[in-house]
């Protein structure tokens, strides 16, 4: 079997076209849809995130500002900062790039924002909701996932959905998402037994774990679906997944590549929940 590729990057690009048309809606009555982004200290990697926010912001004629603040900023000063967006009636979505400096507590700046403002589906209000199945601010890359994996018309109900790593940003509401899609949903992560034992009898694999290539195709059952999170940069400077994508391509159904796979979904996720907080708070 040779898999067939879900490219992220074309249904983004769908779904993207659809939020600048509604976003052009809402503009017409009189809101336009507001992101701010802070991003404390001069991590490259979260700078760069922060610059393709911030252009799909702009492509979707999303308002997007970006507060820059050093690496010495105190959590009473983040908190200060916070606190004015979520005042400003014209900020519908807010999202603090992580990881912080060690001086702040993620934790403390992640419960200051304002669930109805709470973009990145955060939030211990969101995260609660989403496990009891309520509408919720759901994080970006799970959210993502999922509509791939809906877009692709893979059935999800009794399915078994593997999901290896248990990060709150990723794997945790990722499983959550697939069991309240009716999924039976097995988790693993590094103190697994037995892991690629597991894995094999994923129906839909879910990897998010930070390791390049670890998943190869003799821990892939057939047929599988396989989701890979992983953006790992290599040694040449060259991007691969989680999954060995060649070795895996010629066992499962589905599989996503990377680049062009999940990543381009959260982005678009993240405009969809910006798109959701402005017609909720202006409604
Ligand atoms: N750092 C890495 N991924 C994310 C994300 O999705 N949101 C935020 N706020 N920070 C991140």
């Known amino acids: 079997m040779t898999a067939e590729i879900i490219y992220g990057s074309k249904i983004a690009e769908k779904i993207r076209a659809n939020i600048k048309e509604e976003v052009q809606h809402l503009e017409n009555n009189g809101v336009r849809p507001g992101l701010s982004v802070i991003i404390v200290g001069d991590n490259p990697a979260s700078k760069s995130y922060v610059k393709f926010k911030q252009r799909a912001c702009e492509k979707a004629g999303i308002q997007s500002d970006v507060i820059e603040l050093p690496e010495h900023t105190t959590q009473e000063e983040l908190l200060h900062h916070v606190k004015q967006l979520n005042e400003d009636p ?22 200051s924002i304002s669930p109805e403002k709470d973009v990145d589906g955060f939030h211990p209000y969101n995260i609660g909701r989403l496990q009891t199945d309520q509408d919720a601010f759901v994080p970006c890359t799970p959210l993502g996932i999922l509509a791939m994996v809906k877009e692709s018309n893979i059935a999800i109900t009794g399915k078994h959905v593997v999901v290896v790593g248990r990060s709150n940003i990723v794997g945790k509401p990722a499983g959550q998402l697939f069991l309240n899609e009716h999924a039976t949903v097995t988790y693993c992560h590094s103190a697994t037994k037995d892991l690629f034992n597991i894995t094999k009898q994923a129906d839909i694999l879910i990897v998010a774990v930070g390791k390049a290539k670890m998943i190869k195709k003799e821990s892939v059952k057939d047929g599988a679906v396989v989701i890979d999170v992983g953006n790992n940069y290599l040694s040449d400077g060259s991007l691969a997944g989680d999954v060995d994508f060649e070795s895996v391509k010629e066992v499962a ?18 405009l969809q929940n910006t798109l959701k907080a402005a017609k909720q708070i202006s409604s």
């Open 90 to 111: 014209s900020v519908h979505g807010i999202l603090v790039q992580l990881p912080l400096p060690d001086q702040i507590d993620e934790k403390v700046i992640i419960e």
């Open 253 to 270: 159904s589905y599989i996503t590549p990377v680049p062009k796979g999940v990543g381009p979904m959260t982005i678009t996720m993240l």
